[in-house]
C-alpha cells in the first residue's frame, strides 16, 4: 500500500480564456507543488515595522524558514512546501507574536497583514491565522484531491486523472478514451496537460498522458 502523502492528487490549472487558448497550442506548464506567505509587519499605529523577523514554521515537519520584513514592512517567504504553517514575528522592544494555522495547498498566496504590541513585558501573543476563501492575488484554479477522496469516489475505467473534473471549470469535452484528457472551458488539444510526482515531470510528450502510471 503506498503512502497516503504519496497517493494524494493534486492538480493545478491555469484559468482564464487567454491562457486556455495558449493550452490548445503547448503543453501545460507544470503545476507547482509549493505556495507561498507574504505580507506586511506594522506596529500598533499602522506604520510600517523594518527588521522584523519572520519565521515560517512547517508544523508536520518541524522545518523553518525565517526572512527579514524590509524598510517598508513587507516580507515574502516564497516556494514553502505545502503543509499547515505557524508563522513568529520576533523583534527587540515588541511583544513576539505568533500566527497559527496557516494551511498552504498548491498554488496558494496567503497575505498577512499583522501589527505588533510593545513589550511591557515578555510575552507572546498567539493570533489565529485563517487563508481566505478566494485568492484574489492569482488567476489560477487550484486545489487538492483528498486520499478519502480517492478511496471513496468511483473512477470511470479506472482513469485517475477524471478526479481531476472535482475542480471547478474543468471539462472532458475533446478528450479521446484511449488517452484520457482535462481540459478548461472545452479546449479540444489533448496535450493540455501536465503530470508530475513528488515534483518529477511524468509527461509523456508523443501521447500526451503520463509517463508512467501508478495504482
Given at each position: 500500500?503506498?503512502?497516503?502523502?504519496?497517493?494524494?492528487?493534486?492538480?493545478?490549472?491555469?484559468?482564464?480564456?487567454?491562457?486556455?487558448?495558449?493550452?490548445?497550442?503547448?503543453?501545460?506548464?507544470?503545476?507547482?507543488?509549493?505556495?507561498?506567505?507574504?505580507?506586511?509587519?506594522?506596529?500598533?499605529?499602522?506604520?510600517?515595522?523594518?527588521?522584523?523577523?519572520?519565521?515560517?514554521?512547517?508544523?508536520?515537519?518541524?522545518?523553518?524558514?525565517?526572512?527579514?520584513?524590509?524598510?517598508?514592512?513587507?516580507?515574502?517567504?516564497?516556494?514553502?512546501?505545502?503543509?499547515?504553517?505557524?508563522?513568529?514575528?520576533?523583534?527587540?522592544?515588541?511583544a513576539t507574536t505568533d500566527v497559527t494555522g496557516l494551511v498552504l495547498q498548491i498554488g496558494s498566496v496567503i497575505?498577512?497583514?499583522?501589527?505588533?504590541?510593545?513589550?511591557?513585558?515578555?510575552?507572546?501573543?498567539?493570533?489565529?491565522?485563517?487563508?481566505?476563501?478566494?485568492?484574489?492575488?492569482?488567476?489560477?484554479?487550484?486545489?487538492?484531491?483528498?486520499?478519502?477522496?480517492?478511496?471513496?469516489?468511483?473512477?470511470a475505467n479506472r482513469q485517475y486523472l477524471n478526479l481531476s473534473l472535482l475542480m471547478p471549470g474543468t471539462t472532458?469535452?475533446?478528450?479521446?478514451?484511449?488517452?484520457?484528457?482535462?481540459?478548461?472551458?472545452?479546449?479540444?488539444?489533448?496535450?493540455?496537460?501536465?503530470?508530475?510526482?513528488?515534483?518529477?515531470?511524468?509527461?509523456?510528450?508523443?501521447?500526451?498522458?503520463?509517463?508512467?502510471?501508478?495504482?
Amino acid at each position: 500500500m503506498m503512502p497516503t502523502s504519496f497517493r494524494s492528487f493534486r492538480l493545478l490549472l491555469a484559468a482564464g480564456a487567454a491562457l486556455a487558448a495558449l493550452l490548445l497550442a503547448a503543453p501545460a506548464l507544470s503545476a507547482q507543488d509549493s505556495a507561498q506567505i507574504q505580507g506586511a509587519v506594522t506596529d500598533a499605529s499602522g506604520a510600517a515595522l523594518p527588521g522584523v523577523s519572520v519565521t515560517a514554521t512547517n508544523t508536520q515537519t518541524g522545518a523553518a524558514r525565517t526572512v527579514q520584513a524590509g524598510a517598508d514592512g513587507r516580507f515574502l517567504l516564497p516556494d514553502l512546501p505545502l503543509g499547515t504553517y505557524s508563522l513568529r514575528y520576533a523583534k527587540t522592544g515588541f511583544a513576539t507574536t505568533d500566527v497559527t494555522g496557516l494551511v498552504l495547498q498548491i498554488g496558494s498566496v496567503i497575505e498577512r497583514h499583522d501589527a505588533l504590541k510593545l513589550a511591557a513585558q515578555q510575552a507572546t501573543v498567539e493570533v489565529s491565522g485563517q487563508a481566505p476563501a478566494i485568492d484574489t492575488s492569482k488567476s489560477n484554479v487550484a486545489g487538492v484531491i483528498t486520499s478519502a477522496q480517492i478511496d471513496q469516489l468511483p473512477i470511470a475505467n479506472r482513469q485517475y486523472l477524471n478526479l481531476s473534473l472535482l475542480m471547478p471549470g474543468t471539462t472532458q469535452d475533446a478528450s479521446r478514451s484511449f488517452y484520457n484528457n482535462v481540459q478548461l472551458g472545452g479546449g479540444s488539444h489533448y496535450y493540455s496537460n501536465s503530470f508530475s510526482v513528488d515534483g518529477v515531470n511524468n509527461n509523456w510528450a508523443e501521447m500526451g498522458e503520463p509517463r508512467e502510471n501508478f495504482p
